[in-house]
T-cell receptor
Framework: DVKVTQSSRYLVKRTGEKVFLECVQD?????MFWYRQDPGLGLRLIYF???????EKGDIPEGYSVSREKKERFSLILESASTNQTSMYLC???????????????FGPGTRLLVL | DAKTTQPTSMDCAEGRAANLPCNHS???????VYWYRQIHSQGPQYIIH???NNETNEMASLIITEDRKSSTLILPHATLRDTAVYYC??????????????FGAGTQVVVTP
């Protein structure tokens, strides 16, 4: 079974702090994604990566950066946390071995971040 | 973008089949229909996907109409653990949307004893 793990289930940070959210997958997937989920807005893509050291902006990259130094690990960084970044953060991964547009994304359990 | 329309909520009795409808009238010919579900406080879980033909796996069946404008996810014997929000997603293909899943509001399914 695919396993995607996230470093924390719950996190409380103060405004202005630098926040690191880590995601690890154990299926040797090439693609990794970071989403945030907010009530009434659904899931929105922040960044994704299709290879080590490669990254692409999603729909809402402002205020975030990412790092992919190893294939299995994809980090989301909030350089200076703000209260509007309070949200549920979800990491996902998928393989490119299936045809484009058909790959299945597997999600981690999520990190609930509260910025005070 | 191909968008989907789902009912906001649905109740189902435990042990009965749950039929979840989804409309996607603007779907393109090469776009797949995906279903995910999200149990409270967990990440979304993949259920099934299809293009034209009906599909079945250990979790569910997917029935796609011949004109592909709508589909139905069938949970054959709903259990209490199937209580979740179910998302019907049409993959948006294209150079700038590769890999992106566009989740809508989904259908809140409550399975009752």
């Amino acid at each position: 079974d695919v396993k995607v793990t996230q470093s924390s289930r719950y996190l409380v940070k103060r405004t202005g702090e630098k926040v690191f959210l880590e995601c690890v997958q154990d299926m040797d997937h090439e693609n990794m994604f970071w989403y945030r989920q907010d009530p009434g807005l659904g899931l929105r893509l922040i960044y994704f990566s299709y290879d080590v050291k490669m990254k692409e902006k999603g729909d809402i990259p402002e205020g975030y950066s990412v790092s992919r130094e190893k294939k299995e690990r994809f980090s989301l960084i909030l350089e200076s946390a703000s209260t509007n970044q309070t949200s549920m953060y979800l990491c996902a991964s998928s393989s490119v071995l299936t045809a484009r547009g058909r790959e299945t994304q597997y999600f981690g359990p999520g990190t609930r971040l509260l910025v005070l | 973008d191909a968008k989907t329309t789902q009912p906001t909520s649905m109740d189902c009795a435990e042990g009965r089949a749950a039929n979840l409808p989804c409309n996607h009238s603007t779907i393109s010919g090469n776009e797949y229909v995906y279903w995910y579900r999200q149990i409270h406080s967990q990440g979304p879980q993949y259920i099934i996907h299809g293009l034209k033909n009906n599909e079945t796996n250990e979790m569910a069946s997917l029935i796609i109409t011949e004109d592909r404008k709508s589909s139905t996810l069938i949970l054959p014997h709903a259990t209490l653990r199937d209580t979740a929000v179910y998302y019907c997603i049409v993959r948006v293909l294209g150079a700038d949307s590769w890999g992106k899943l566009q989740f809508g509001a989904g259908t809140q399914v409550v399975v009752t004893p």
